[in-house]
């Protein structure tokens, strides 16, 4: 009794706190929605496309018999041909693979953090908004109007800011996870090229 009684209240202050916040909270339930997906997209993509140092010891023997290896470093492996073609082939094939591993990432990533930074904007947009119709309140002479109009504003103003933050802080935390796996693909590629190039005997 006590905790549906507890959920419906907590349901009641959400729904108060979305009216208040006027028609700017529609626009930041968007932009928050479209930052959870394409950071949650971009996870997946980097998890399915993973490659790490953790099977580098295996390399110069899966770079012998590519067939041997697993995994995303068998793809590599078996695409940069290691012992097929020159140098230039194999560094022209592992130009290709980051750009089909990373490319997208990379540029997905970008408009990310373009999202992520017009949350607060967007926040104190919803701000000035409140603050406008505030001083409007504060304008007008007309007793239980004005104090709501006042109220309304202030509501309104609190209510945008805090949501922005709301939205940009943990948009902010997942860029730098996928920023993070980003560069651990990379390095590991270049650990893999480096490696190869380093054992041909061309």
């Not at 979305?18 to 932009?31: A, E, H």
């Not at 950071?39 to 590519?66: G, H, Q």
């Not at 980051?98 to 947009?125: D, H």
């Amino acid at each position: 009794m006590y905790l549906s009684s507890l959920l419906s209240n907590f349901q009641d202050n959400i729904v108060d706190n979305w009216v208040s916040g006027g028609f700017m909270m529609i626009f930041l339930f968007g932009l928050a929605l479209l930052i959870f997906v394409i950071s949650f997209e971009l996870l997946a993509t980097l998890r399915k496309n993973s490659i790490t140092d953790k099977n580098k010891d295996k390399w110069l023997d899966w770079a012998k018999d590519p067939e041997q290896a697993s995994g995303n470093d068998g793809i590599v492996l078996r695409y940069t041909r290691p012992n097929k073609g020159t140098a230039d082939d194999v560094r022209r094939r592992f130009a290709e693979l980051r750009e089909i591993y990373l490319g997208n990432v990379e540029r997905q990533s970008t408009f990310l953090k373009s999202l992520v930074g017009a949350a607060p904007l967007m926040g104190l947009l919803g701000t000035v908004i409140g603050m406008l119709t505030t001083f409007q309140g504060i304008a007008t002479s007309g007793g239980n109007q004005t104090v709501d109009m006042v109220s309304k504003g202030i509501s309104t103003a609190l209510i945008t800011t805090q949501t922005g933050l709301m939205i940009a802080l943990p948009g902010l935390f997942l860029s730098m996870i996928i920023r993070r796996k980003t560069r651990s693909t990379e390095d590991a590629l270049n650990r893999m090229e480096g490696m190869i190039l380093g054992n041909r005997k061309d």
